[in-house]
């Protein structure tokens, strides 16, 4: 079955370090998605990217960056990682061929000291 | 920009009660609107979602939501809650010619057995 997968699932780093997320999906979106979510926040948006080379910032982009070079991969790279960035992130793809509905990783929990 | 609003941060209801849980976006063209659930520990998954026609939608789990144009709202209902219903509620919309999905923070249903 196609699924969406991250990882590490859970992640402990300090301030300052540089730290990347991976996710891999193998339904063949083009469409995919990164998300923080925050108690009273609900998810926001931090990157997404239509297709293999093309990436985009959404609501909350300072301090992050994506690159896509394979349809499958969309890695988040903290540069800089800060107490801030303390948060569980959700990956997502989907295809607008069906509809838009996206589909969700199990999500990476990420503590910065 | 779209924004979603869910009015009940946490709901607390007893097993068999009936569920409405609020959602209004602000967008002011053609929208997508979606429910998510969280169950503890898992990630996102998609209970319904809304793009065109009958405004009354049916989900799993016996869940419906109504998308009511003139109030900008998508409001979530199930007639009978159960106790496997504890889990956490997102409203979101899409721009019909965007893939920036908006999020609501999200509203914890707690069923009592």
């Known amino acids: 079955d196609a699924e969406i997968t991250q990882s590490p699932r859970h992640k402990i780093t300090e301030t300052g370090r540089q730290v990347t997320l991976a996710c891999h999906q193998t339904w063949n979106h083009n469409n995919m998605f990164w998300y923080r979510q925050d108690l009273g926040h609900g998810l926001r948006l931090i990157h997404y990217s239509y297709g293999v080379q093309d990436t985009n910032k959404g609501e909350v982009s300072d301090g992050y960056s994506v690159s896509r070079s394979n349809t499958e991969d969309l890695p988040l790279t903290l540069e800089s990682a800060a107490s801030s960035q303390t948060s569980v992130y959700f990956c997502a793809s989907s295809d607008p061929e069906g509809a838009d509905t996206q589909y969700f990783g199990p999500g990476t929990r990420l503590t910065v000291l | 920009a779209q924004s979603v609003s869910q009015h009940n941060h946490h709901v607390i209801l007893s097993e068999a009660a009936s569920l409405e849980l609020g959602c209004n976006y602000s967008?002011?063209?053609?929208?997508?609107l979606f429910w998510y659930v969280q169950y503890p520990g898992q990630h996102l998954q998609l209970l319904l979602k809304y793009f065109s026609g009958d405004p009354l939608v049916k989900g799993i789990k016996g869940f419906e939501a109504e998308f009511i144009k003139s109030k900008f709202s998508f409001n979530l209902r199930k007639p009978s809650v159960q106790w496997s219903d504890t889990a956490e509620y997102f409203c979101a919309v899409k721009g019909y010619n965007n893939n920036d999905m908006r999020f609501g923070a999200g509203t914890r249903l707690t069923v009592k057995p």
């Open positions: 967008y002011g063209g053609t929208v997508n």
